[in-house]
């Protein structure tokens, strides 16, 4: 069974009509409706996370900035040792303090990140009807739409998603791809094919940063599977009531992130109990750690970030997202190394990845709490 293609029986749905938000912002400009505007606590005008106390507020947390890390350094293990080294312990701390990062020099050929980005556009700029013949039907993640609405009453994100499955290829669903922009699939899946083998190089590295022999991570992943998301957030005339997307960690081991040239400052991740803006590096990647690289393999060293993302009064936002995980069939758990029994006790179950993809997918955006699937409760 595959949860990339249909995790939940579609009769047991009903979201209710889900406004197209470019539409919504074409024909009403300045309309933000009921299903949009967020309870007083969610709304991004609130500095810190209601959730948690506020111990930590004293700290200037507008100065801080997510760590950047030279990917190029990272390669160079023979040559110079030296910033081998250093960069190393810069992705430790980057892990360990942040579970965010922003890559430079990651190898990635500009034509490929601008490629990516210019179809992107060109297809949330085609007109509905055409985007609408590649629909995310209800309880699904893949198409055109809004992921992860299960009722009536949910409130909605102020985003339109286009999600595709790329690997292994079984989970792809050649329907899906769109034949206009002509370059789309193409450019798909030649950014698709770097920005995977980056997720298995920064894996490499990381596994280094745990004390873990380099492969430890690829070995146990197999053929992992890789999903690409692009988020197009339209300006939006009550910024301070709507949130682009809900708060939510990732469910994949690492996510790449690029965000579009020219688009509003959006992305925000919750960093002590308050929520730090990622500020754009030109032609750097957004990298993150997701639920299954704190559960798997670290048993907690590094967590998952809880992030979410904004609007903007005047400007449009384009983000592109891929997602990379194990294989379905791992079974995933804590690495023993990752274990001792007086110090870091085990705090995860092991279980099947595919498990835990397909409960992700059926759950709304709600934080970190799709991780209480895998954690042992005392
Ligand atoms: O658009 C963004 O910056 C956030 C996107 C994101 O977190 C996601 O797609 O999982
Ligand atoms: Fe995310």
Not at 8 to 15: K, R
Request: proline residues 7%; charged residues 25%.
């Amino acid at each position: 069974h595959c949860p990339i293609m249909s995790p939940v029986p579609i009769s047991q749905i009903n979201t209710g009509h889900i406004d197209d938000v470019q539409e919504l912002r074409k024909a009403k400009p300045t309309l933000v409706p009921e299903r949009f505007v967020r309870d007083a606590t969610e709304r991004p005008t609130l500095q810190s996370a209601n959730r948690f106390p506020t111990a930590c507020a004293v700290l200037d947390h507008d100065s801080y900035e997510v760590p950047i890390i030279d990917f190029s350094k990272l390669m160079k293990v023979d040559e110079d040792e030296g910033s081998w080294r250093a960069e190393i312990l810069k992705l430790k701390r980057a892990c360990q303090d942040w579970g965010f990062f922003q890559v430079v020099n990651h190898g990635i050929d500009l034509s490929l990140v601008e490629g990516i980005e210019e179809v992107a556009k060109e297809f949330f700029m085609l007109p509905l009807e055409e985007k609408q013949r590649y629909p995310m039907v209800a309880g699904t993640v893949q198409g055109y739409g809004q992921a992860f609405v299960f009722s009536e009453d949910q409130k909605l994100d102020w985003c339109n998603m286009f999600a595709l499955g790329v690997e292994p290829q079984f989970i792809r669903n050649p329907k899906l791809w769109p034949k206009n922009p002509p370059k789309f699939s193409g450019t798909v899946d030649d950014y698709s094919r770097e920005v995977r083998k980056l997720c298995q190089n920064l894996l490499n590295s990381i596994a280094i940063t745990l004390g873990l022999k380099e492969g430890t991570f690829n070995e146990m992943f197999g053929v992992g599977v890789q999903a690409i998301r692009m988020n197009y957030y339209p300006p939006c005339s009550r910024p301070d009531l709507v949130l682009g997307l809900s708060p939510h960690s990732d469910g994949s081991a690492l996510t790449v992130l690029q965000q579009g040239k020219g688009s509003s400052v959006g992305l925000q991740i919750l960093k002590d109990t308050k929520w730090v803006s990622v500020q754009p590096v030109p032609n750097a990647l957004v990298i993150n750690i997701g639920d299954t690289l704190e559960v798997v393999l670290t048993n907690g060293k590094y967590k998952s970030v809880e992030h979410r993302a904004l609007t903007h009064k005047e400007k449009d936002r384009l983000s592109i997202v891929t997602f990379y995980a194990p294989s379905y069939e791992v079974e995933i758990g804590p690495l023993p190394e990752m274990v001792d029994e007086i110090n870091h006790p085990c705090t995860y179950r092991r279980y099947n990845h595919g498990e835990y993809s397909k409960h992700y997918v059926t759950s709304k955006l709600q934080g970190k709490k799709t991780l209480d699937f895998a954690k042992i409760i005392n």
